[in-house]
């Protein structure tokens, strides 16, 4: 059985929100409909299907094809994915150098940060409510971003917030 108080638990969460996907969306009136994860989406329309990567979405806006709303939609998305790397670097740095006075704090406000940044690009592209002309969508995932940055933030199952990595190193020494 894995504890929640175990120095990995957090850094295992965060690597979830690699996985799970963030984003269900469709296009217009049903032109097309797809799931969207950090690194990139499957889309299926009448022309067929397509996996599009992360950096094929940057291609498109480089290329011109991808303009306005969309591109800023994308820059907005590329900017959540940024700050959920660099929250996943400082925890896997902490869990390595095993920190023990490491305050989960910054990379928790990241992660929650990183949220926000998914919900503005789906509202950038959808609007205020998440639908309209473009379409719809439903942020299936940002709420468990915010779940898991909020809980690393206070440091996890601990009573009294980040102390709980300072009582798990302890007791790694002990043993």
Known sequence: ?????????????TLL??????????????????????????????????????SRDLEFISMGLYTGKTAFSVYLWTAGVAVLILALLLLMAAFAEEEK???????????????????????????????GPAGFTIPIGVPLVWVVGWWVYRGGCG??????????IQEEKME
Not at 17 to 45: C, D, H, R
Request: aromatic share 20%.
């Open 101 to 131: 006075d490491h305050d989960p704090r910054f990379p928790g406000l990241l992660l929650a940060s990183g949220g926000f940044f998914f919900l503005a690009s789906c509202m950038s592209q959808y609007g205020f409510f998440l639908n």
């Open 17 to 54: 929100l690699f996985v799970i996907p963030l984003n269900i969306f469709v296009i217009g009136e049903w032109l097309a409909s797809g799931v969207q994860w950090a690194f990139f989406k499957y889309q299926t329309f009448s022309m067929g299907d397509s996996l599009i990567t992360f």
């Open 159 to 168: 009573e009294i917030g980040h102390e709980v990595y300072k009582v798990d």
């Open 1 to 13: 059985m894995f504890p929640l108080k175990d120095r990995r638990f957090p850094l295992l969460l």
